[in-house]
């Protein structure tokens, strides 16, 4: 596989979203499934998983910055940003001022606010960014006791299932 490269395959699920208050967004999505596999080796600072995916509600990008590496200065209109980093050290500067985030941290950046993404450390850094534009509308899902069952309730009205037996 080529560097910078993600793998994906599709699944062949003719199962469609099922629309929830008639959201106009639910037709253009996708049906079925996509993977996709990070590539930490990447020489790209920027994958869109989104594209490899196939989402269309909401951004995600792998981000990788070699050391002593860093992105532009920008901000959005209306999109709110969340970064996590997965392998190594952000140092993420917000209107100027900086901040450290560390392996597992995770951060919400307003779209108004002016950000820069920087490596200041030995080891590459590797960072998932999500955006999104609009409000959240909460749970639209529903959870089946079994697969048989043709109709769901609303997740927290279903308790969970056993966990299974040890191996």
Not at 53 to 61: D, E, K, Y
Not at 124 to 144: I, K, S, T, W
Not at 145 to 166: C, I, T
Request: hydrophobic content about 35%; aromatic content about 2%; proline content about 7%.
């Amino acid at each position: 596989m080529p560097v910078g490269s993600i793998r994906q395959t599709a699944c062949k699920s003719d199962a469609r979203p099922r629309p929830h208050g008639g959201r106009a967004n639910m037709a253009a999505m996708e049906r079925g499934t996509r993977r996709a596999r990070l590539d930490r080796d990447t020489r790209e600072r920027i994958v869109s998983l989104r594209r490899q995916l196939g989402v269309s509600t909401f951004g995600m990008n792998q981000i990788v910055l070699q050391p002593r590496q860093r992105g532009r200065i920008h901000r959005h209109e209306r999109q709110e940003e969340v970064y996590l980093v997965l392998e190594g050290e952000l140092t993420l500067l917000v209107e100027g001022e900086e901040m450290t985030l560390r392996q597992g941290e995770l951060i919400r950046v307003a779209p108004a606010l002016r950000r820069q993404l920087v490596n200041l450390g030995p080891r590459p850094l590797v960072m998932l960014a999500l955006g999104g534009d609009g409000e959240h509308h909460g749970r639209d899902g529903e959870a089946f006791e079994s697969w048989e069952d043709e109709s769901g309730v609303a997740p927290q009205e279903l308790p969970l299932p056993r966990d299974l037996p040890p191996s």
